[in-house]
């Protein structure tokens, strides 16, 4: 056991765990954050993405070790209701969740793209983006049209208004 | 109709909570006290279990309670036809997935080395690895009345005569994979008993009340105490309406003393144990005259089942009913066989059975109208049956019919009227395009012999909004939105101020399954029953609360209104439960059957079906075989559309499963044993294959449904299956009649092709 200290979702926090649980384990029982999801344990799947200083990765495949002292985002810390993020009321206007297991883990990595880039990105821009996000239900087409709201809007908008 | 929220692009009720991802499922929950299940599965696909030693598993510290089949109080058995699968084996294995013993600890890791202490001895057996194989006489009996599970056969007309008149016959094989449902959501839940000995079970389903019944059946227990909440589920499209993890839970949590239990299954573990989509072998002869009139239509197909019977019997006789398409032929001789082998388990998936025989038939008809040179929608719409005309299984259809308009939109669509343009924008010159169409139905409900009914409750709660109840779960699809648009809509109140609760044996009635594309057509109907009860009860509350007479009360949007005095519905609320007066109403519904069975059926047929035509293009890359899917247009008749926006998910999401099961998707097993493991080896489509998807719904309101409402979640993924398979050979001219159409299928068929050409022109 040993107490790792991170900032998730801009709070300091204090987890006392084996270094070797992986991230998305502390996330999900430690901190009790549990948007992000297991589907795969395997990295192949992106239900668990999370943002480390604004990277995407698969927060099953990351040892709580290796994330001490990083700067975390979850889908929690993107935008909680009723203060939706841009990109989750578009989500919403567009129907692209259904079930909604893996819609966390396309919100973060969406976030992630259109911190990234300051124009109305293209399908396939979109499908480079988020190709790592495997979705069974809703056949990812509203999810396209969902990003590509968010990303107008956010243009339209610049600040953030909240 | 005028309507304020029916037939609008209402947004889901569920969306915040989605993507935020505030909403709890199931799997979520973690609580300090919380002791973790594990179970032990075989290790051989089949074998013969000579003892169960769980010492040295229980006497390793942090566990809890090391269970096998001599601690189940009751039926050691679950299936939702013939209940046999064991929860716990005791004496024999019959396939991987098979639990031998639960264990339950303080940590996961516990619980998985306690797993490996348990020294079971298994005798191996000959493994039944193929269905053919298991109806053989040489084949080892799986079960005591032998390897055939059920067997079909719908006869009509006289097919010898039909066949020796028809002037053309078509004549092919058919095989279909073992597709997996791959929900991203794995099977898993958690249960507590509390200190009277109340079970609360959660677990994600698709009928609470029946996994109730199922879990009290095997602990032996009064299933009035028993609680089971199953809603909102991460996926299941047919996998988690079987029984999945919610009897291991029961069993724990009886020896837990009062913790609560979780079980979470790995995608591994998720793979092996779990249902899957049967694979069928299907031949399939059929007869038409020159001018195109479908004479006959003889099909076999058995399908593998696996080790057990879950819904396999019922699968067979959906895919034996459906055979010959939304047609209209004379002479039929169908026959479907469900066996059992040592390949897993196999059972409900979206289409339940139509998906393996619409490939055979519809690529039939392509070849019939290339032979007659005939246009393929022009033999389609002269041999679909329309409403009141006699199907191919000989039954009169009274229910809406679509499929003539289907065809008619798909004919008009951008897509097939420009076909020859887009086929010749290739993006390669090594690649070839091609484009087609396909239709088919789906039952909607349980056909005959099974109870089939919808029940909603509305309650007015004491700030004025209602609660409406639904015991069909959210399953992703949508349904919740929808009742709540039926019920804003019929309470002429604002959909805000409806809250719905799913899926719980305690808050919601029973009111049957989330299967057999049922649960906005049953549960609407069952919530606009209820509305005017409540409305009634809202007006003559009022009415008594002002001493005038009914007739005086105006209902307006959220509030009531009578001699300009306006009465908000939280007041209503409050005279009510100062007089005592119940709040609640009830709606129920029974689903309209078919009098009389078709012998020998096994249920058939239907009263009401869904239909739809897919129109696809494709692109074939002739170096290496891959497949492409480019653009899909998906022509849906669901009677009246509840909501635009959710049958839109419907259409894009079925297109795009559909693509992965034509393409990419086969769960491997070799001799008994899963090759494919995981995402890793597993394709399922990602937002990459996502061609263009547009839908043109064709409303042909069906009077018995909710608003004209009917049924859509199944036949969504269908005809896209053999419009791909016809688009690939329109492209390139090779028949992929073995699917997933992977590369080297399509490579090896167009290699084939070659060698046919260089000999025929030698």
């Known amino acids: ?162 | 109709m005028n309507t304020k929220w029916v037939g609008k692009r209402v947004k889901r009720i569920d969306g915040p909570e989605k993507v935020t991802g505030e909403l709890k499922y199931m799997t979520d929950y973690h609580f300090d006290n919380m002791v973790w299940g594990k179970v032990l599965r075989s290790e051989y696909p089949h074998a013969k279990i000579n003892s169960i030693d769980i010492e040295a598993a229980k006497n390793l510290p942090g566990v809890i309670c090391v269970l096998t089949h001599k601690d189940i109080p009751g039926f050691n058995g679950f299936g939702i036809v013939v209940p046999d699968q064991p929860v716990l084996c005791s004496d024999v294995v019959r396939c991987t997935g098979d639990a031998v013993a639960l264990v339950a600890a303080e940590t996961l890791e516990i619980a998985e080395q306690a797993l490996s202490l348990i020294k079971v001895d298994f005798e191996p057996l000959e493994v039944v690895a193929d269905a053919e194989y298991a109806l053989t006489d040489s084949a080892p009996k799986l079960h005591p009345d032998g390897n055939l599970h059920s067997h079909v056969k719908i006869n009509n007309g006289n097919i010898e005569k039909a066949f020796e008149e028809a002037d053309i016959i078509v004549e092919n094989t058919f095989y279909s994979p073992r597709q997996m449902h791959a929900f991203i959501e794995t099977e898993g839940g958690w249960g507590v008993m509390d200190d009277e000995g109340f079970l609360t079970i959660r677990c994600p389903g698709q009928y609470a009340y029946r996994d109730r019944m199922q879990i009290a059946r095997s602990l032996a227990y009064n299933p009035e105490r028993i609680r089971v909440i199953s809603s909102p589920i991460g996926g299941a499209f047919g996998g988690k309406d079987e029984i999945t993890v919610q009897i291991y839970l029961a069993l724990l949590a009886l020896h837990t003393k009062g913790r609560p239990v979780k079980i979470h299954l790995s995608r591994e573990e998720s793979v092996i144990a779990g249902i899957k989509r049967h694979p069928f072998k299907v031949q399939m002869k059929t007869a038409a005259k020159k001018d195109g009139t479908l004479l006959a239509n003889q099909v076999k197909a058995i399908g593998d089942t696996g080790a057990y019977a879950s819904l396999g019997g019922a699968v067979i006789a959906l895919a034996i009913e459906h055979s010959c398409g939304p047609y209209k032929i004379p002479n039929v001789d169908l026959e479907g066989f469900c066996v059992y082998t040592n390949n897993g388990i196999a059972g409900a998936f979206r289409g339940f059975g139509v998906n393996q025989v619409c490939m055979g038939i519809e690529t039939h008809m392509d070849m019939i109208a290339e032979k007659l040179g005939m246009d393929p929608i022009e033999l389609r719409k002269k041999n679909v049956y329309h409403q009141g005309e006699v199907s191919s299984v000989g039954h009169i259809v009274k229910s809406s019919v679509g499929t003539y308009k289907t065809l008619e939109t798909a004919e008009n669509c951008d897509l097939w009227k420009n076909r020859e343009k887009y086929k010749s924008e290739v993006s390669e010159p090594w690649k070839k395009r091609g484009v087609s169409v396909a239709t088919s139905f789906h039952g909607i409900g349980m056909g005959i012999g099974l109870p089939d009914y919808g029940a909603a409750s509305i309650e007015l709660l004491p700030d004025g909004t209602f609660l409406v109840g639904v015991g069909c779960e959210e399953i992703g699809g949508g349904n919740s939105t929808a009742y709540a648009q039926i019920a804003a809509e019929m309470l002429n109140c604002d959909i805000s101020n409806i809250k719905i609760v799913q899926g719980d044996t305690q808050k919601t009635l029973d009111g049957g399954t989330v299967t057999a594309s049922r649960s906005t057509y049953t549960g609407g109907r069952a919530v606009a029953a209820a509305a005017p009860r409540m409305t009634e009860l809202l007006i003559q509350t009022a009415a008594e609360m002002l001493n005038l007479d009914s007739s005086q009360i105006d209902l307006k949007p959220n509030h009531i209104s009578a001699h300009g005095e306006i009465i908000p519905y939280k007041s209503i609320y409050k005279y009510l439960y100062d007089h005592h007066q119940a709040t609640r109403v009830e709606g129920h519904f029974y689903l309209p059957k078919e009098k009389e069975e078709i012998k020998g059926s096994g249920g058939a047929p239907h009263h009401l079906y869904g239909y739809l035509t897919h129109v696809v293009m494709v692109e074939v890359d002739t170096l290496t075989g891959e497949t492409e899917v480019l653009r899909v247009v998906s022509i849906p008749d669901a009677g009246r559309v509840i909501n635009p926006q959710g049958l839109e998910g419907q259409t894009e999401g079925g297109a795009v499963m559909g693509i992965g099961y034509t393409l990419y998707e086969d769960v491997l097993i070799e001799n008994g044993y899963h090759k494919t493991r995981n995402f890793t080896d597993y394709i399922i489509p990602t937002i990459r294959e996502t061609p263009l998807i547009e839908t043109f719904p064709v409303e042909e309101p069906e009077q018995s449904g909710p608003f004209g409402a009917k049924g859509i979640g199944e036949v969504v993924m269908i005809p896209i299956i053999a419009a791909i398979m016809s688009a690939i050979y329109d492209a390139t001219g090779a028949r992929i009649c073995h699917l997933p159409a992977t590369p080297e299928r399509v490579f090896n068929a167009l290699k084939d092709l070659k060698k046919q050409k260089v000999q025929s022109s030698r």
């Open chain 1, 1 to 162: 056991m040993k107490s790792i200290q991170f900032i998730v979702n801009g709070k300091e926090c204090t987890v006392l765990c084996p270094p070797a649980k992986p991230l998305l384990d502390v996330l999900r029982e430690d901190l009790g954050l549990t948007a992000s999801k297991e589907c795969c344990g395997k990295g192949e799947c992106g239900s668990c993405s999370v943002l480390i200083k604004n990277e995407v990765v698969c927060s099953c495949l990351i040892l709580a070790g290796q994330a001490e002292n990083q700067v975390i985002t979850t889908c929690e810390g993107v935008g909680l209701s009723p203060n939706l993020d841009v990109i989750q009321e578009s989500f919403i206007a567009e129907g692209a969740t259904q079930c909604g297991y893996c819609t966390p883990g396309i919100i973060v990595s969406a976030k992630a793209f259109l911190d990234g880039i300051d124009h109305v990105p293209s399908v396939g821009e979109i499908k480079t983006a988020l190709g790592g996000n495997l979705c069974r239900c809703t056949g990812y087409t509203k999810i396209i049209k969902a990003v590509q709201t968010a990303a107008s809007q956010k243009i339209s908008e610049p600040e953030t208004i909240r």
